[in-house]
């Protein structure tokens, strides 16, 4: 890699060729992905109407989240122009349009740097020099940085060039509108509408200039304003709320007092608004909702989803703000996961925000399946205990009145228009979970049984027929109408009675294990709520349920000690009577221990079982996929305990794994050749390393090219067609006991199960996050589960880890928490963005970029900082990157940042060097101690 400028001159063959390729190959793909971003970006910012509008929307991380793989991508081919094509013409341009990337990213420092080193670095270039005024005054605006903002505004009007000058006057009137000077932002602002020849722009801009004028009491001037949007091609919402406040207006010049909801309703009635009736009805939601009258709400979005004729997309955004309603405000999570579903199935996957909706509907449908677990149980529990005469009748009304509900719908013709009345889902009409209350779940069984079979009755050999499945579709074709659905329903109902009716559980143990599931059903959604959800309430409710019904539960006492923390702070008696009961009952219990005695666990020898508990816990989360938290759990432990005694390589290679599934091939590479040199005598681990490398080294090319160096899945990809079984090595058990054998699997993946260490006592899952943080130092408590291959979860207990905390000292010496990377450049008004490129660039290469990021913070008005992160988070692993940039960092810093020194700072202390003083103490002390 080159970052030094060739001394030797080129000639204009060569240099042409630069250019040529500069611009076609790299900056106009780069240019085209930005557009992307850039239009996704803003379609996804969602305005505020009751509030004056911006007149230039910020990206916010949710809007940005989407977009970062495809801005990452932009970053890595300007980054090439700047630095391999620096001869070309187009070098201005690569840099602006980093400084445009990272704009859309959020990451506002980093756009300042780029644009000043633009606006100050390319005086010929007039375009894009005003071009990087602008934009650096749109990055002073997103930090709210006004006097900047003002001083970089002023250099821009001085040029007074002919380009962007409407641009010129909205920033002057953004900047007018920060200093509340309502006046001179509308005079600003009329010129730049005025001006401006970007249609987007021009009715955004509009819409303000009416907001702002309606607000100086100009209604006349607004008025005349809200008209033309609402004739013209803006968006709907736009136009609407525009035509709303024209109304608005009028009816205030009447001396009448404006009802938002009485007037969407008279537009309701309007036959020119008869197209737009789903609309309408959505914005009367709204307007019930911005008064928190939800039930009303819920009843327009729920008009608005079913109104025909109506748009695919309509109904997905009025089934999102149903499933947002139930979420945020009525905390009605079932409820809303089935919205979310619904939403899914509307909505276009290029939708802005389709991803995070995607992610939170599977979250949402964790939950409900857990819910169906313990409804379907608890029927199925109640079932049992009847008669054989009252299970009968019991069970032939549930199915009575599934048929009749059956019957009852549209007929297929009907139901298959995207545009009628029947929503997808309509969890209104559920009634519940159980499998007989779910229309959609009885009605999918009849017709996967009738795909497969045909219509048949239930007789001995009932799956051998006379007659082939066509002759039985050619009896009954679908168009003979609703008597042949419903006789075809009451022969296949026979079958399914049956099957159902072996579910039962009628023996000791089938009963034991249904209330088995309804317990673990239970903690899971009670740890669900106050984990993903932050719903202390909710987690409460649920554990308290939970020990209520199961008192002798395994897990009782992790659900006392979780209970005492959740209500320590909303209700003291609760959370003391739960206390008092954990030490009453489970006195012995590491919960009460943890309680009782302040120094538990400190000076506590830890013994090999309790660090196979430790890699349980660890095993669990890498099952889950959470491998950064693996690799941050992993760290704390060895700084803690010091040994993992004889699990060693088992902690080693779940790290290595952890890694690998973060990280490109070669750190993951190194980690498995550090467990072969660090323990050559191993019989379990590294014999199944070795095979793993040999692996990696014969498809060499096919792992370079992943993103990570193991894939969670690739369904696409074959590495090999003969790949080798690697048996996964077991860890000797303490005590004879029985053992599933462990699960076999391909090196394609090289995700094999780590060793797992089964103890010979119960343990628990404990997840006590946002407490343990308080009183534990910033350690997590450490989630432990007694599993073998084959997963009892009857048999948990938690092991609660209390790490010391340090004293006396100026800063914080925990070299377990998150560290960064920082090049501190000790003048600030030095610009880094040459150098700050090529870092980029060299991690870039080093990293998958979505798994690093470098920030530019100023400090003060001393020092600039360029922060790198990762997912090194402790300082061992911060130190060693650290160290391999050492070879390179002259080259990177050379020209305009010659005074720099680098260092190696967790997260505590660098939000602790806000000074020249503070920085100079700190370098001071990590000197001392090297």
């Known amino acids: 890699m080159m970052w030094s400028c060739s001394a030797k001159k080129e000639g204009p063959k060569v240099r042409f060729m630069k250019n040529v390729t500069a611009h076609y190959n790299i900056y106009f793909n780069a240019n085209e992905l930005l557009k992307e971003s850039e239009q996704t970006i803003k379609k996804s910012l969602e305005d505020d109407f009751n509030l004056i509008l911006a007149i230039f929307p910020i990206p916010n991380e949710e809007s940005s989240a989407n977009e970062t793989g495809n801005l990452n991508e932009v970053i890595k081919k300007a980054n090439t122009i700047a630095i391999d094509k620096y001869e070309s013409n187009w070098l201005d341009d690569s840099y602006l349009l980093l400084a445009k990337a990272e704009y859309l990213k959020g990451d506002f420092y980093n756009a300042v740097e780029y644009y000043s080193y633009v606006g100050s670095t390319f005086p010929k270039e007039k375009k894009n020099k005003l071009a990087a005024y602008l934009g650096q005054v749109k990055s002073d605006f997103a930090l709210n940085n006004a006097v900047e903002a003002d001083s970089v505004l002023k250099l821009a009007v001085q040029l007074d060039y002919k380009y962007f000058k409407d641009e010129v006057e909205a920033a002057q009137a953004q900047l007018a509108l920060n200093k509340n ?62 035509n709303l406040a024209s109304i608005r207006i009028n009816e ?47 009843e327009y979005f729920q008009t608005s989803a079913h109104t025909v004729p109506g748009t695919v997309k309509q109904k997905g955004l009025s089934f999102l703000k149903l499933a947002q309603l139930n979420f945020d405000s009525l905390k009605n999570y079932t409820q809303a996961q ?50 054989d005469k009252e299970i009968d009748e019991k069970v032939d009304q549930l199915f009575k009145e599934k048929q009749d509900a059956l019957v009852a719908q549209p007929t297929p013709s009907n139901t298959a228009s995207i545009d009628n009345n029947t929503p997808v889902l309509n969890p209104n009409q559920s009634g519940g979970n159980f499998y007989f209350y779910n229309a959609a779940a009885l009605s999918q069984g009849l017709n996967e049984f009738k795909k497969r079979w045909g219509n048949r009755k239930l007789a001995d050999n009932w799956r051998i027929s006379t007659n082939s499945l066509a002759n039985d579709v ?74 209520i019904n199961y008192p002798n539960d395994t897990n009782a006492a992790s659900i006392y000690y979780q ?28 919960f009460a221990k943890t309680i009782s005695d302040p120094n538990f666990g400190k000076d506590e020898e830890l013994s090999d079982e309790k660090v196979k508990l430790y890699y349980t816990s660890l095993y669990e989360l890498y099952q889950q996929k959470k491998y950064n938290q693996v690799l941050q759990q992993i760290t704390l432990l060895q700084d803690s305990l010091g040994s993992f005694r004889k699990l060693e390589p088992q902690f080693a290679y779940l790290k290595a794994l952890a890694l690998g599934n973060t ?6 590479l190194a980690s498995l050749n550090d467990i072969v040199i660090k323990y050559p005598e191993n019989t379990e681990v590294t014999p199944l390393v070795k095979q793993q490398i040999a692996f990696i080294t014969s498809n060499r090319s096919v792992f370079d090219q992943r993103p990570t160096a193991l894939l969670a ?89 209390v790490p010391e905390k340090p004293k006396g000292i100026i800063f914080n010496a925990n ?75 002259p080259k990177i810093m050379e020209g305009q940042a010659a005074k720099y020194i680098k260092f190696v700072v967790s997260e505590t202390n660098l939000n602790l060097l806000t000074t020249r003083e503070a920085i100079e103490q700190y370098v001071k002390s990590i000197s001392e101690k090297k």
């Open 663 to 668: 990280q490109k091939l070669p750190p993951f």
């Open 474 to 547: 050619a009896k009954n074709p679908i168009n003979n109408g609703l008597a042949n659905t419903a006789a075809t329903i009451s022969v296949n109902m026979d079958s399914l009675k049956a099957d159902f009716l072996k579910t039962l559980p009628y023996s000791p143990g089938a009963k034991q294990s249904a209330n088995s599931k309804i317990s673990t059903a239970l903690y899971e959604i009670a740890i669900f709520y106050k984990d993903v959800l932050k719903d202390n309430f909710e987690a409460a409710e649920a554990l308290e349920a939970l020990i």
């Open 815 to 889: 070299t377990r928490q998150r560290h960064f990377i920082v090049i501190d450049i000790t003048d600030p008004k030095v610009n880094v963005a040459q150098p700050f490129s090529r870092l980029s660039q060299y991690f870039y290469s080093k990293f998958d970029p979505s798994k690093v990021n470098l920030v530019i913070r100023v400090v003060g008005q001393t020092d600039k900082f360029i922060i790198v992160s990762g997912d090194f988070y402790a300082k061992a692993d911060a130190d060693k990157i650290a160290s391999e940039l050492d070879e390179n960092l």
């Open 252 to 298: 205030n010049a009447d001396g009448k007092q404006f009802n938002k909801i009485a007037t969407l309703k008279k537009l309701l009635k309007e036959d020119k608004n008869r197209e737009f009736k789903e609309q309408i009805y959505y914005q009367i939601a709204i307007a019930h909702s911005e008064i928190r009258q939800f039930d009303k709400a819920t």
């Open 563 to 590: 209970l005492y923390r959740l209500l320590e702070s909303t209700d003291k008696n609760r959370s003391e009577n739960f206390k008092t009961q954990l030490l009453q009952k489970y006195p012995n219990s590491v």
């Open 713 to 801: 899945y690739d369904g696409n990809e074959q590495l090999a067609k003969n790949q080798e079984i690697l048996n996964i090595p077991k860890v000797e058990q303490p005590q004879p006991s029985t053992v599933a054998p462990p699960k076999v699997e391909t090196i394609k993946e090289v995700n094999d199960k780590p060793v797992l260490a089964v103890a010979n006592k119960p343990v628990e899952l404990v997840s006590e996050k946002k407490e343990a943080k308080k009183e534990l130092d910033d350690k997590p408590v450490l989630a432990v589960t007694n599993k073998s291959v084959e997963i009892v979860p009857e048999k948990k207990e938690a092991v609660v880890f």
């Open 338 to 387: 089935l919205y979310y579903d619904s939403t899914l199935q509307y909505l276009p996957k290029n939708y802005p925000d389709y991803k995070n909706i995607a992610i939170k509907a599977n979250n949402l449908k964790y939950l409900a399946d857990r819910l169906t677990i313990i409804e379907t149980q608890k029927n199925l529990l109640q079932l049992a205990n009847l008669s």
């Open 181 to 242: 000077d309502i006046k001179e932002a509308i005079l600003h602002l009329e010129k730049a509408v005025n001006l401006t020849r970007n249609s987007y722009n021009k009715i955004r801009w509009r819409y303000i200039l009416a907001q702002l004028q309606e607000l100086n009491n100009e209604p006349d001037e607004a008025y005349k304003n809200y008209l033309k949007i609402a004739k013209s091609n803006a968006s709907f919402e736009m136009s609407f709320n525009a």
